[in-house]
């Protein structure tokens, strides 16, 4: 098979092609340079002719504050580049595989975990764009599975685990909010899930609305005190904070902890714990600086 991944450059898309370089299959991993989501013939085309079998949707406009100010932009790559995609699927009858977001939760609504069935209200530009992507996929009528995450990371590109990382090993102090929660993902757990499906069938009797990330719950100040202490970064007074100390236009979700009962049901593979993957990530990046 052949399966189309867009925003190949992206962490996920970097963790999918190191996933997928052991694969049986032939993954093509795209930019705007090579297709521009944004353009729906380019988007037509682009898979018709290459005779994909799957797509894989990784491009995301995931800039928080920036959607705040740039809203359009964040439309136009979050919703209606996807709803592009998924119409190019229905039409070449292929399957959709879409990253979404704890965002489209919104913020306080409890601390149960959130299921796929717990009401969407997005507070923010981002959250509201990458539900009207879900929207858009719906509406098409492609068959598809849209993965929910949370707090993604990697080795690749910017992301909390490697600030926290560069920012502990530099200051002797750092303050970090204690009262939002989640569960940190993994972003090479995820990809390498994401291939399995593909590889092995799974899409087959299970599209729908999933969630996916690590195992466990933590605050962000939890998870930079772990941070700091696998990467041995033990000089840094990592102090609690709250929310209300970085002022913010942007509404984050104070509790985002998802319940990944559906998708181990589904797809019946098992879901690492945050601190083993964290370690993982972590002695990676030591052995490239080495």
């Known amino acids: 098979m052949r399966i189309l991944v867009t925003g190949g450059n992206g962490q996920l898309g970097s963790c999918l092609e190191k996933a997928a370089s052991k694969s049986v299959n032939e993954y093509i991993f795209t930019d705007v340079d090579d297709i521009d989501i944004t353009d ?3 988007v037509r085309l682009g898979v018709k002719v290459n005779d994909f079998q799957y797509i894989v949707n990784c491009a995301a406009f995931t800039d928080v504050e920036r959607a705040e100010r740039q809203e359009d932009i964040a439309e136009a790559i ?55 992507g879900e929207e858009a ?17 990697s080795e690749f590109g910017k992301n909390f685990v490697k600030t926290m990382m560069d920012l502990t090993a530099t ?28 590889d092995n069938g799974k899409c087959d009797g299970n599209y729908g609305i999933y969630n996916y990330s690590n195992e ?62 964290l370690r993982k990530c972590i ?3 030591k052995s490239d600086e080495a």
């Not at 993994?186 to 399995?196: E, F, K, P």
């Not at 902890?257 to 049901?265: A, E, G, P, Q, R």
């Open 171 to 198: 200051r002797r102090e750092l303050n970090v909010v204690f009262d939002q929660i989640g569960s940190p993902t993994y972003a090479q757990d995820l990809a390498d899930a994401i291939v399995d499906i593909i």
């Open 78 to 132: 979050n919703a209606t580049a996807v709803g592009y995609l998924a119409e190019a699927a229905r039409d070449n009858g292929i399957p959709l595989i879409h990253i979404s977001t704890d965002y489209v939760f919104g913020g306080d609504c409890g601390n149960t975990p959130r299921d796929e069935d717990t009401p969407v209200n997005p507070t923010g530009a981002y959250g509201r764009t990458k539900l009207h």
């Open 137 to 153: 996929i719906l509406r098409s009528g492609c068959r598809h599975v849209i993965i929910r995450t949370a707090w993604l990371y």
């Open 216 to 277: 466990g719950v933590c605050s962000w100040y939890d998870f930079a005190k772990v941070i700091s202490e696998i990467a041995g970064n033990n000089d840094c007074d990592i102090r609690p904070c709250h929310s209300s100390e970085f002022p913010s236009a942007v509404e984050r979700p104070y509790f985002s902890v998802l319940d990944k009962t559906k998708f181990k049901k589904s797809f019946h593979l098992p879901i690492p714990y945050w601190m083993d993957s």
């Open 40 to 42: 729906p013939e380019a």
């Open 283 to 285: 002695n990676n990046l």
